[in-house]
């Protein structure tokens, strides 16, 4: 399967600094790669536009833009909220949903996850894929019962959900104890949580199906582990916080997925 490398930039980067630093990752990359590997840039909300228009510019590169979050409502009087028409229009490809920091710092619900992804799924305009990000805490880790955890976290989020007309979305498997602490999932560790997840995402879905959803590894991924991450079975790819930062480190990782293909 195609790799996908997406950056998160999370609250870093305002427009100015966004600006530049995609300019640098679209200068930068090289073509060949985009036959084996997507690339997308996740930048704050209000960077969408500005970075979706300079890598426009770049015409010769092939590089997605996405949110971080979106609401899945329309419209109307939700003081704060984006929804999914507004960052499709500012030019999204991708939507980061239920990223554990929203979980954990703002309470965002499995039930809130379903919601997300419903809406992004049912939405008529240009298709917004959905990056379901899923991963345990170091507590059930240690206790044992993560593949249940993560496995009923995909489940709750694609409840009702129906993939038609090759509507897809990509799972994320991001295990908060690997997220900005340095401290990365082995291979191994990954690999089987992955796998794991293809397995649900077959039974709900057949292989058909299943067999085009991207499942991606995020925490702590850089350039230096990335090829043992990115060469296991189960991972196609990477979602990468604090590495996207740098249009070296970036670039690195995706000529690492290219070299893993
Ligand atoms: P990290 O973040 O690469 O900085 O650990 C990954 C993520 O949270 O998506």
């Known amino acids: 399967m195609k790799k996908l490398i997406a950056g998160n930039w999370k609250m870093n980067c305002g427009i100015a600094e966004g600006v530049v630093l995609a300019q640098e990752i679209s200068y930068e990359l090289d073509k060949s790669y985009e036959e084996f590997v997507d690339v997308a840039i996740i930048p704050p909300f209000l960077d969408i536009k500005p970075v979706r228009g300079v890598l426009d510019f770049d015409k010769r590169k092939n590089i997605s833009v996405g949110a971080q979050n979106v609401y899945f409502k329309e419209n109307g009087a939700y003081t704060g909220e984006i929804s999914v028409s507004m960052i499709s229009e500012a030019g999204a490809d991708f939507c980061i949903v239920g990223h554990s920091e929203r979980r954990n710092l703002l309470g965002e619900t499995n039930a809130d996850v379903n919601d997300k992804v419903k809406a992004l799924l049912d939405y008529s305009g240009k298709v917004i894929t959905p990056i379901i990000c899923v991963g345990e805490t170091l507590d059930i880790r240690d206790e044992g019962s993560y593949i249940d955890f993560v496995e009923k976290q995909v489940v709750s989020a694609l409840a009702g959900v129906d993939l038609f007309d090759g509507k897809r979305v990509v799972v994320a498997y991001e295990p908060i104890w690997a997220i ?21 995402l077959t039974e709900l879905f057949g292989e058909n199906v299943a067999s085009d959803i991207r499942v991606l590894y995020g925490g702590s991924m850089n350039e230096g582990n990335a090829e043992s991450l990115l060469s ?12 996207s ?17």
């Not at 340095?182 to 089987?192: D, L, Q, V």
């Open 180 to 200: 900005g602490t340095g401290r990365t999932a082995t291979p191994e560790e990954a690999s089987e949580v992955c796998l794991a997840i293809k397995t649900k």
């Open 232 to 243: 296991v079975p189960g991972i196609d790819g990477g979602l990468i916080g604090g590495a």
């Open 245 to 261: 930062l740098k249009a070296g480190s970036f670039i690195q990782i995706i000529k690492v997925a290219y070299n893993c293909r």
